[in-house]
């Protein structure tokens, strides 16, 4: 057993693609696999998503896009963030697709995507310009498509707006929630990142939208402690026992993601749930155990029931964050991929 194991499900992956084109009918889906695929391994999960039907693979920077190309010879890809005159000689070379979203020269050598600001108040063209030959998308973000459906609306009728004019090229919209919930936004195609994952867009059950967490975090219990009534464990005396306890120490900590403010999330000890107790250290979590436990016992920290979803809400943030957090390579983690 591994000290920080990281298992990627692929069958889970093709498993949420299936769900997401369902849903998306015609339009196509593009699988996006940013961040390395939001801490899952971008090019394995790819792989999954292209042989379930995604058609296209969306990443934030050229970087990110050369290193999928290396991967996957024939697939699309399109950068969706920045990218400055010095790096459409690279794009061209990896046959990849460029994002503009500012008033700086449209380079005319590569495919582009013109990204239109709807609302989001981020990157993105107040207005269209009209389109060139080289021009193959027009898109937009949504802002609050999880939470904000008046918005959300305005933002639709908006793109809806500046695109009627160019019936012929390409339009996307929908993030995975927009893709879940809004018909209006789905369009000819939606960018579904989070979902893919099997991580609910919404913060809730994924199970609900028919999604299954694609990846597992495991460690086991490197040893195991009985505080008395008034001992404590770790940096700040954070947790005091009141009653005799027992205690297991995971080999994981904020340096592999396991972040500070998980202190009181659930993880699985031998299949049961217990909860994180005291401060998360850079290299070790303490678990309060039901009983005396043995040393090597498994613990799961993502998987079987164990949410990324619930680790957010204890730290205040959302399951994104968590699992880009992720410190999922060597020297510190191992990772494995099954269902292949
Ligand atoms: C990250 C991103 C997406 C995917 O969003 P999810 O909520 O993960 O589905 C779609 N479009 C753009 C422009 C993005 O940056």
Sequence with gaps: MARSLFTLDVDAVRHNV????????????????????YGHGAADVARAALDAGATTLCVATLDEAKALRRAHGHARIIVMGPTGPGEVAGAKRARV??????DAPIPDSVPVHLKLDTGMGRWGLS????????????????ASADVDSGFTREQIRRFLDATAAYPDITRHLANSAAALRYPAARLD???????????SPFGGDPAADDLRPALRW???VAQVRRLLLGDSTGYGRRFVAERPTWIGLVPVGYADGFRRDM?????????????VVGTVSMDAVAV????????????????????????ARIADT???????????????????????
Excluded at 190 to 198: D, F, H
Aim: with cysteine; net charge negative.
């Design 97 to 102: 697709e460029l994002t503009v979203a500012t």
């Design 263 to 275: 202190t009181g999330t659930d993880v699985l000890v031998g299949g049961d749930r217990c909860r």
């Design 218 to 220: 495991e460690s086991e």
């Design 127 to 142: 207005e269209l310009p009209s389109p060139d030959r080289n021009i193959v998308g027009m898109m937009s973000h949504l």
């Design 288 to 311: 309060e155990l039901p009983g005396e436990l043995a040393v090597g016992t498994p613990v799961t920290l993502l998987g079987d029931g164990i949410l990324a979803e619930e680790h």
């Design 318 to 340: 959302i399951a994104y964050e968590i699992v880009c957090g992720l410190n999922t390579r060597a020297p510190r983690a191992r990772r494995d991929v099954i269902g292949v």
């Design 189 to 199: 195609a939606a960018r579904c990142g989070i979902a893919l994952y099997g991580i």
């Design 18 to 37: 299936r769900t997401l084109r369902d849903v998306l009918g015609e339009a196509e889906l593009w699988a996006v696999v940013k961040a390395d695929g």
